[in-house]
Each structure stands twice: as C-alpha cells, then as structure tokens.
C-alpha cells in the first residue's frame, strides 16, 4: 500500500529556511518520480519539484528555482525539500506525490504540511 506523510511545516519570516519530509512506505522512493506540489490560499495545485532517477534529474518551477532543493535519502526512503530564501507568496499547503503510482491533486491527497511565510 503506497502511504506518503508530509511533514517539517510551520511559520517562519520571509528570508528564513524550512526542510519538509516526505516519508513513504510500500515503495522505494528512489525507484519513482517524485513530485512536491503545493497550493496557496486561493490558488491552483502548482507543480515545484521534480526528482526521479536516483536524484540525477531535478526540476524546479521557475518561481523557485535557486532556493528550493529536492533530495532522497534512500536509507530512511524519504524526499526532502528544503527551502531557503522563503517569501510571503511561498505561503501553501505542500504536498508530495508520486504520480506513476498515485494519481489525483492537492484537493485529494491528504493534509500535507502548511507553510506559512509571515513577519
């Protein structure tokens, strides 16, 4: 049964940095594309991160890109996403998926883990 957990959310000032987690289980995360999606108040489902292959391809949404990373660790078989530089607008529920093996959006995939960017 493939089970995916967010988690590392919280409030932090615009400039500061977060890392969520990913945790998954009944896969290997490091065999899949994994992708962090997220959704602000009033937003659409907006794609941020892509990394599959053993990590040797990563992309990032243009509105993140320099300040988000993307990584596994293969032994705990969690995705991190750490991200530095945060601003107001990074302010969103986030969400990890793996989109080979589960399908849907940001409106049926759980809580995720709420960011707030907020001085």
């Known amino acids: 049964q493939v089970r995916l957990v967010e988690s590392g959310g919280g409030l932090v000032q615009p400039g500061g940095s977060l890392r969520l987690a990913c945790a998954a289980s009944g896969f290997n995360a490091s065999l899949f594309r994994m992708d962090w999606y997220r959704q602000g108040p009033g937003e659409t489902c907006e794609l941020v991160a892509v990394?599959?292959?053993?990590?040797?391809?990563?992309n990032y949404a243009d509105s993140v890109k320099g300040r988000f990373t993307v990584s596994v660790d293969n032994a705990k078989n969690t995705v991190y996403l750490q991200m530095n530089k945060l601003k107001p607008e990074d302010t969103a529920v986030y969400y990890c998926t793996a989109p080979s093996l589960r399908g849907g959006s940001c409106d049926s995939w759980g809580q995720g883990t709420q960011v707030t960017v907020s001085s």
């Open positions: 990394v599959f292959s053993g990590e040797t391809i990563k």
